[in-house]
């Protein structure tokens, strides 16, 4: 039996090495296979689901897009193409740009075409033809190139005109009615400002009218004396009775008072011909032309207002030369000015010093106007809003938050200067620069 066992044949032991290795190679080869085909079907997913985003993109574009090689065949379109000719993208591939466009506009589209080879097209007007007629676009075109850089295409994206002129028509309405809220807005702030400043002009208005009054009812009686006098003379009275009644009436001295009479009664009618000017400039919506203008008068007008309306005393210390100049509207400088001394003389409400310092000083080309007051000054924090539209350091119902930023505008627009701070010694200081002369546009 053993005789058996040592006479079967034996394997090679390199022959089983050699299967084993051949068998490991087909499972990493099987198993490579299995991996790439992972990957394969990872990367069509990924294909397949960039292809569904892209198509979903195109589909819901409002714009036309139009990808043609570059001899201007078309290569695909997306649905707004569709819907504007009424066509397919299986009818339009293959078929030139050109035949879309409307005759009247094929010479243009031709040299679109060229130009694209050289720089990007923007906002190229055309007309496509569409199922109801010819479709204004505004039309961009972009050259398209492969990895080598080479042009190979171009992608025309196109926009119908008839929502930009409905977008711009909705702009231009917005505009005009921002432009008109802002006139409001600053007509309404001058009429506050305005409001305030009735009780001074009332009593301004007052003082030249009871003078003017005073004096009509002086004439008056002049005239009765005077129509006495020459009844008698028309009687024929003799002389010793006219000269009886010339002294028993006065009428030398009535004579003597009669210039000064008439030229106090023009003094205050001027005086309140002046104040309606003011009144007139400062409330007035009209735009008129910059002019040369009295800024010591407008300064000293707001001044005398504001004091005059004031419930509390204010101790007010002029520095303001009698002959400064400035360039601008006299009427809406007025308005800072008022704003800028009201302001201060608000901020010392309760203060036991209070006292408002004015001055001015003119240097080559600017005139710089400085108010200061006694009061807490500016929290910090706040100076940087102070020009911000509605802002207010005011209690609610005292202040519509518009002065100062009306103010800032104004200045801005007249090519001045507009600044708050600090003062050292305490209070706050507003400073106003203008222009002497008028600035040319270059």
Known sequence: MSDKNNNAPQLDPGVDDAWVSVIRKMDEAYADLVHSQVEVEEKNAELQENK???????????????????????????RALEMLTGKLGDQLVGSHFTDLVD?????????????VRVQPVRDCEIELQGVDGSVPLSMNCSPRKNHRG???GMVLIGRPLGEL?????ELNSAHAELKLAQERLVQSEKMASLGRLVAGVAHELNNPISFVYGNMHALQRYTDRLSQYFDAINEGQ?????????????????IRDLNSLVAGTMEGADRVKEIVNDLKQFSSTQES???????????????????????????VVDRIPSDLKAVGHSGQIHQVVVNLVQNAVDAMHGCEQQCL????????DTVEFKVSDTGPGVCEADLSRLFDPFFT????????????SISYGIVSEHGGELRILNCDEGGAMAILVLPIEEVSDV
């Open 52 to 78: 569904q985003f892209l198509d979903s993109v195109q589909s819901s574009m409002s714009d036309v897009l139009i990808v043609c090689d570059h001899l201007g065949q078309i290569q695909q379109v997306n």
């Open 103 to 115: 005759h009247r506009f094929l010479q243009k589209v031709n040299g679109l075409i060229n130009q």
């Open 150 to 152: 080479r042009l190979v």
């Open 165 to 169: 002129q409905k977008a711009y028509i």
């Open 238 to 254: 003799p002389r010793d009775k006219l000269k009886e009644m010339r002294e028993e009436l006065r009428l030398d001295k009535l």
């Open 289 to 315: 032309e910059k002019t040369v203008f009295d800024l010591t008068h407008v300064i000293r007008t707001a001044l005398h207002w504001i004091i005059k309306e004031s419930k509390q005393p204010v101790e």
């Open 357 to 364: 310092t004015l001055e001015a000083e003119s240097f080559n």
């Open 393 to 404: 350091t005011k209690p609610v119902g005292q202040g519509t938050g518009l002065g100062l």
